[in-house]
């Protein structure tokens, strides 16, 4: 596991200075059925993309609180890391995208009967977000509202 000293003196003087959004109480509703009854979908903070998708714009001051939908059937060694924060490697996405966007860990799970399904299309966004007030009122209500379309029960989020 990485430790701050691991960074390098200007993310770690950024990391000290940065004043964290707390949400109090944290939003949550608990799950009504089994999980082998569910529909999961994900939501990944590695800015990924398929190929012919907008990439997200790294050069937005505060972050791009855009999202892009990745569908259900997507193949994870298409996805492209777009990431723009250089506080981690992201060589280990870049070998394995299954790291930031287990979908075919999913289907695997949805084959087994651990879980009910994979939903029909999945959440990909950018993390390191300092502006985060667009991604709290427009972002997260865009996606929650794409999954209650999409009758999805759980949100599998996949912080990077």
Request: hydrophobic share 45%; proline share 7%.
């Amino acid at each position: 596991m990485a430790h701050t000293s691991d960074l390098s003196l200007p993310v770690r003087l950024f990391l000290r200075a940065y004043r964290w959004r707390r949400i109090d109480p944290v939003p949550f509703t608990a799950c009504t059925k089994p999980l082998e009854e569910c529909t999961v979908g994900l939501v990944s903070s590695a800015g990924l993309v398929l190929p012919g998708m907008t990439p997200f714009d790294g050069a937005l001051r505060g972050g791009d609180c855009s999202w892009r939908i990745i569908p259900g059937d997507a193949d994870s060694s298409k996805l492209m890391d777009g990431h723009r924060s250089d506080a981690f490697d992201h060589s280990g996405m870049a070998s394995d995208p299954e790291l930031a966007f287990p979908i075919a860990r999913l289907r695997e799970l949805a084959g087994a009967g651990e879980v009910g399904a994979a939903a029909r299309h999945h959440a990909s966004c950018m993390g390191a977000i300092t502006a985060t007030g667009r991604l709290v009122k427009e972002t997260a209500p865009e996606i929650a509202a794409r999954f209650v379309e999409d009758q999805v029960d759980v949100a599998l989020l996949v912080p990077v």
